[in-house]
C-alpha cells in the first residue's frame, strides 16, 4: 500500500489573545451569576441556558416508515401500483 501523502499544517490558536481571554472571563463570569442578562451578537439574541424539550425536534432523525410488499421494481409495475 501506497501512503496518502497528504501535506498538512497546524493552524494558528488564539492562544492567550487579550481579547479571546476577556470573552472567555466574560462568558464564565456571565453563567456563575445569577444575572438573567446574556450578551449576545446578532439578532437571534443569546442562547438557552437549558435547552427546552421541543428544542431540537427538526433536528431529530424522522421515524422509520414501514415498508410494505409490493411490485416496485420490478418490469411490470406500473405508477398506479405503487404507493406514495
Known sequence: MRPARIYMVRAATVGTAPRFVRMIRELIEERMSDSPQRLAMGAL?????????????MFQPAPLVK?????MGTKNT????VDL
Open 45 to 57: 439574541g443569546p442562547s438557552l441556558d437549558v435547552c427546552p424539550e421541543d428544542c431540537c425536534v
Open 67 to 71: 415498508q410494505t410488499n409490493h411490485t
Open 78 to 81: 406500473k405508477s398506479s401500483d
